[in-house]
Antibody
């Protein structure tokens, strides 16, 4: 059974960089056809897709966040990471990592991490 | 950018009743790339329906999806107590490789 687990700093100061990692177990992050996404949810609000990294290393980002987002992969550790720069209070949210199969023509999020709350505050 | 608008914002029903949730897109979307998710408090969303009408693994057959073009519907035929949650629709725009979600419909116990 595939499992995803987010980790990282739960408190980030304004203007600094948010950094999170998603560890994947029960399967290889290099499995062909799958992409690995970050999605966030501000408290009490809806879901916002941040971006994804394809198994090949290609990345695609939400245009509204593109200038501040970097997603990378560490295949040796079977994990992928998110960096979001110049954060403000508006970036306070639960951050989820998830798998989707865009390369398999299945662009839906079928496995999710439990989510981690990141608060931006001085 | 395609915007997904869900209605109603909140739906109050009793167990055993039928629920009909709507998702309307600002422009036509491929039904192949339309999904529905269920989210319970403190949990990650769970994929219910993909390709507008196909149930994900392990999803009970009381959940069904339909629609095409700009109008999509999630129907829960007979509500069970565990079905009260927030439901989101999601679409994938293959040309820009962008994912968007609706704002959600909260299904609450009447």
């Amino acid at each position: 059974q595939l499992q995803l687990q987010e980790s990282g700093s739960g408190l980030v100061k304004p203007s600094q960089t948010l950094s999170l990692t998603c560890a994947v177990s029960g399967g290889s992050i290099s499995s062909g056809g799958y992409s690995w996404s970050w999605i966030r949810q501000p408290p009490g609000k809806g879901l916002e897709w941040i971006g994804y990294i394809y198994h090949s290393g290609s990345t695609y980002y939400n245009p509204s966040l593109k200038s501040r987002v970097t997603i990378s992969v560490d295949r040796s550790k079977n994990q992928f990471s998110l960096k979001l720069s110049s954060v403000t209070a508006a970036d306070t949210a639960v951050y989820y990592c998830a798998r989707e199969g865009e390369g398999l023509d299945f662009p839906f999020f079928d496995y999710w991490g439990q989510g981690t709350l990141v608060t931006v505050s001085s | 950018e395609i915007v997904l608008t869900q209605s109603p914002g909140t739906l109050s029903l009793s167990p055993g009743e039928r629920a009909t949730l709507s998702c309307r897109a600002s422009q036509s979307v491929s039904s192949s790339y339309l999904a529905w998710y269920q989210q319970k408090p403190g949990q990650a969303p769970r994929l219910l329906i993909y390709g507008a009408s196909s149930r994900a693994t392990g999803i009970p057959d009381r959940f069904s999806g339909s629609g095409s073009g700009t109008d999509f519907t999630l129907t829960i035929s007979r509500l069970e107590p565990e079905d009260f949650a927030v439901y989101y629709c999601q679409q994938y725009g293959s040309s820009l490789r962008v994912y968007t979600f609706g704002q959600g419909t909260k299904l609450e116990i009447k």
